[in-house]
């Protein structure tokens, strides 16, 4: 028995060995590497999990050992800026619901490592769609909620799945502090709020680098981190009075930002633009009511076209199945103004541009991640199929 047990590790390691250093070539009729114009009748080599060469095949010839795959159309790995999935799961029951923490409004200490599921179905649902990096973590609801992080959708752990254990921190302002927490009556008392917090963190980190340090407090520590501009705030907002609100903060403290939401944004496209402040588009199929009641499909379009830095989220759904896919609201925004090409661009090379992983993902150039999705057609056709998903040069669809 010994023996068979240890003659079958050897295989298990010995599989995943030639996995993990996989060699694959993909042939597509149009190849989008997000570093120039598409290529027809392109070729994508992979090796030890990076991208080795892209290039037409008149140019590149594909080595012998290589495992081949066509497709019709191929893109970089599809990148979700803003999630929940992982710490929300697809059973819709407080044991599966991790993204909002309700004991109180203000908890930057709450880190998104503690409670992400890597083998949550919703992971794989996204993986399954062309997703293959998620910008996830604590959601809206309290003003601030907690930390996020980037995962690839992959791995059975958060540790295989890690591309980033501390992104940004996860504030909300204007009119969407869940009821379950004891919340502010009014913006103006949730902006007091906020003030008074990142005051007493402006105190905290001056002491912390002293030659006296102060015991250490979880959440100024985070606080101090953000305010020296080690992580972003993500503040999902969506009136345009609380966007200008969340300027003005942002002015005041000087700390990195990126809004999220911002569904009335086109209103005030000019004071977003001069703030020099990227966007994370609301979903654009979202319901519109409450602060979201003036949300438009053709935000996406007028952002871009204006310049201002954009990316794609699923954002979080309050319904079964618990996700939207980036996939389909990219899809619409394209058909509302956007365009196709563009919509590629904000779900890829924008969205990494947005996170700070361009020298990783976004694009198939030379030396970046092998994440790359097949398509049997237009990805942004509803009947199109995504028939391949590459992450890390490992084949996972």
């Given amino acids: ?22 060699q694959i070539a993909i042939k597509g009729e149009k190849v989008y590497t997000m570093n120039g114009d598409p290529i027809m009748n392109g070729v994508v080599l992979i090796k030890d999990g990076k991208v080795e060469r ?17 497709a019709k159309v191929v893109t970089p790995g599809l990148i979700d800026a803003h999630s929940v999935v992982g710490l929300a799961g697809h059973l819709n029951q407080d044991h599966d619901q991790d993204q909002l923490e309700t004991s109180s409004a203000i908890q930057p200490e709450l880190r998104a490592i503690d409670a992400y599921n890597a083998r949550e179905a919703l992971v794989g649902h996204l993986r399954s769609l ?7 973590g604590h959601g809206p609801g309290a003003l601030i909620s907690g930390q996020t992080m980037i995962v690839k959708t992959t791995g059975e752990t958060v540790t295989e799945a890690l591309v980033d254990s501390t992104t940004m921190l996860a504030f909300t302002m204007g009119n969407m502090i869940s009821g379950a ?13 906020l003030r008074q917090e990142l ?21 100024m520590e985070a606080l101090a981190d953000l305010l020296e501009g080690k992580v972003s705030a993500l503040i999902t907002v969506h009136k345009a009075n609380d966007i200008m609100t969340a300027l003005r903060l942002q002015e005041e403290f000087g700390f990195p930002m990126v809004l999220d939401g911002a569904a009335e944004s086109y209103l005030i496209i000019d004071q977003i633009k001069q703030a020099g402040v990227p966007v994370i588009i609301h979903p654009t199929m979202m ?6 009641q003036n949300a438009s499909m053709e935000t996406a379009g007028k952002l871009y076209e204006a310049g201002i830095p954009i990316a794609f989220q699923s954002g979080y759904e309050g319904y079964v199945p618990k996700t939207r896919v980036v996939l389909f609201e990219a899809g619409v925004a394209a058909a509302n103004g956007l365009g196709s090409d563009n919509a590629l661009r ?10 700070g992983l361009e ?5 198939l150039e030379r030396g970046k991640d092998a994440d790359v999705v097949l398509f049997d057609g237009d990805p942004f056709e509803y009947t199109t199929q995504v028939t391949g998903v590459i992450i890390d040069g490992v084949k996972v669809k």
């Fill in 54 to 70: 892209v290039g037409t095949a008149n140019r590149v010839s594909i080595p012998s050992g290589y495992t081949v795959y066509e």
């Fill in 199 to 219: 005051i007493k963190a402006q105190g905290y980190a001056e002491k912390r680098a002293s030659d006296d340090p102060p015991a250490v407090d979880l959440g």
């Fill in 1 to 22: 028995m010994r023996i068979i047990k240890s003659l079958l590790a050897l295989l298990v390691f010995a599989g995943l060995s030639t996995v993990s250093n996989a």
């Fill in 181 to 193: 927490i004891s919340r502010p009556g009014t913006r103006s008392k949730g902006v007091a709020m």
């Fill in 346 to 355: 904000v779900l890829t090379i924008e969205a990494a541009k947005i996170l």
């Fill in 130 to 136: 062309g997703i293959t990096t998620v910008h996830t």
């Fill in 359 to 363: 020298e990783r993902l976004g694009s």
């Fill in 287 to 292: 319901r519109t009511y409450g602060d979201g």
